[in-house]
């Protein structure tokens, strides 16, 4: 079974910064993918930035240029780094991953979330 475990939410002000981690653990042979996604109230669940094997990356329009991802493949470790913070950006933050086990299972997984909250 795999394991992701986010951690480096908080509340920040208006125009600051926040780095988000997510470690994935477990029986993991390859990770394809890992990824953040986000959640505010009352809204749907949406990609912010993923970052694929061959180190590729893809941002949601209205992070680009603020949110940086990159990923320590040795410690199946990926990382969000958030400037310039909108009270907009406030949601709970989810990790995700399309993992390949040594068993050869493929599977998706989502971490718990984590809370960013962005207000003066």
């Known amino acids: 079974q795999v394991q992701l475990v986010e951690s480096g939410g908080g509340l920040v002000q208006p125009g600051g910064s926040l780095r988000l981690s997510c470690a994935a653990s477990?029986?993991?042979?390859?990770?394809?993918?890992m990824g953040w996604y986000r959640q505010a109230p009352g809204k749907q669940r949406e990609l912010v930035a993923e970052?694929?094997?061959?180190?590729?990356?893809n941002y949601a329009d209205s992070v680009k240029g603020r949110f940086t991802i990159s990923n320590d493949s040795a410690k199946n470790t990926v990382y969000l780094q958030m400037n310039s913070l909108k009270p907009e950006d406030t949601a709970v933050y989810y990790c995700?991953?399309?993992?390949?086990?040594?068993?050869?299972?493929?599977?998706?997984?989502w971490g718990q979330g984590t809370q960013v909250t962005v207000s003066s």
């Open positions: 995700n991953a399309d993992i390949i086990m040594y068993t050869g299972w493929r599977e998706r997984t």
């Open positions: 477990g029986s993991i042979f390859s990770i394809n993918d």
């Open positions: 970052i694929i094997s061959s180190g590729s990356t």
